[in-house]
């Protein structure tokens, strides 16, 4: 891949919630797209990536298990309404966590390096042509989430990322240069 095609591929990433929720993708496809997330920088090789795929019914009760925690911690109710089921809008979820680390720091590093992956995740996924969106985990649901998908209780979730094939195109903000400071 040449550079130009390389920033045409990152500029042209959205993330995006049009997708076909009943579309399935194909298990290779998606098992390319988490290997890829594996080669993001990792300090110290620590792996620590923790991935679960929901699909059918586990993507059902992810929303179940969120919107009761919402409930009890006193969201409005037509935002817990909506949890029960949003997780449904894709044929994949793709919960992504990070292992603690043996300090602080590690911990952090840790983060990062998932977060980078799942990066290399969503621009694998636009590159296989699928949509995908990065979504944030719900306040104070965590160690709920952890449970649904298997992982250990001290698991810092950082992304629900939903995948599946576009139904329609999203269009490009302007993006403004950052302030650089060159020193």
């Known amino acids: 891949m040449s550079p130009d095609e390389l920033s045409a591929l990152i500029r042209s990433?959205?993330?995006s919630l049009l997708i076909d929720a009943h579309r399935e993708v194909p298990r290779d496809v998606v098992e390319h797209l988490l290997e890829l997330l594996t080669w993001?920088?990792?300090?110290?090789r620590t792996w620590p990536w923790r991935l679960a795929v929901l699909t059918g019914e586990s993507r059902r009760a992810l929303g179940e298990a969120i919107a009761d925690?919402?409930?009890?911690?006193?969201?409005?109710?037509?935002?817990?309404?909506?949890?029960?089921?949003?997780?449904?809008?894709?044929?994949?979820?793709?919960a992504a966590g990070a292992a603690?680390?043996?300090?602080?720091?590690?911990t952090t590093e840790n983060?990062?390096?998932?977060?980078?992956?799942?990066q290399n995740l969503l621009l694998a996924a636009h590159a296989h042509g699928l949509a995908a969106?990065?979504?944030?985990?719900?306040?104070?649901?965590?160690?709920t989430i952890n449970?649904?998908?298997?992982?250990?209780?001290?698991?810092?979730?950082l992304g629900l990322v939903y995948l599946?094939?576009?139904?329609?195109?999203?269009?490009?903000?302007?993006?403004?240069?950052?302030?650089?400071n060159w020193l």
């Not at 993001?40 to 110290?44: D, F, I, L, R, V």
């Not at 983060?111 to 799942?118: F, K, L, S």
């Not at 969106?133 to 160690?143: I, K, Q, T, V, Y």
């Not at 449970?147 to 979730?157: S, Y």
Request: hydrophobic share 35%; aromatic share 6%.
């Open 69 to 94: 925690v919402m409930a009890a911690q006193g969201d409005d109710a037509p935002k817990v309404a909506k949890t029960r089921t949003k997780y449904l809008r894709s044929p994949i979820v793709i």
């Open 100 to 106: 603690p680390g043996d300090s602080p720091e590690r």
């Open 13 to 15: 990433r959205r993330s």
């Open 147 to 157: 449970d649904v998908c298997g992982f250990d209780r001290d698991t810092e979730m």
């Open 133 to 143: 969106l990065w979504g944030s985990p719900m306040r104070g649901a965590n160690a």
């Open 40 to 44: 993001a920088p990792n300090h110290k």
């Open 164 to 180: 599946g094939w576009p139904t329609g195109v999203v269009e490009t903000p302007i993006r403004p240069m950052p302030a650089v």
């Open 111 to 118: 983060r990062y390096a998932v977060a980078a992956g799942i």
